[in-house]
Nanobody
């Protein structure tokens, strides 16, 4: 059974930084693409960033380019999201997810089969 557990969220002032982590278990982590998503209150879940199996290919939503960095450590079965220059608009629940069988990254929510429960990120101005 695939399990994803996010951590690292919290309450941060605008301009600050956070590093989110997502620990995976239940299958061979290094074979599959991963993604980070977020959902603000009253809004749909949106993709933030995605990464391929090796970490050599990454995609970002336009709204976060230059501020967010996705990475992975296959030896630790963990994917990370480094968030810099935080803005109040970044306030959301952040989720990690993995694709079912694909190693290439996707920026589509529906392409991801397994999800964590999320970690809350709140930015104060």
């Amino acid at each position: 059974q695939v399990q994803l557990v996010e951590s690292g969220g919290g309450l941060v002032q605008a301009g600050g930084s956070l590093r989110l982590s997502c620990a995976a278990s239940g299958r061979s982590f290094s074979r599959y693409a991963m993604g980070w998503f977020r959902q603000a209150p009253g809004k749909e879940r949106d993709v933030v960033a995605a990464i391929n199996w090796s970490g050599g290919l990454t995609y970002y939503a336009d709204s976060v380019k230059g501020r967010f960095t996705i990475s992975r450590d296959n030896a630790k079965n963990t994917v990370y999201l480094q968030i810099n220059s935080l803005e109040p608009a970044d306030t959301a629940v952040y989720y990690c997810a993995t694709r079912d069988r694909a190693s290439n990254p996707s920026m589509t929510v529906q392409d991801h089969a397994y999800w964590g429960r999320g970690t809350q990120v709140t930015i104060t101005s």
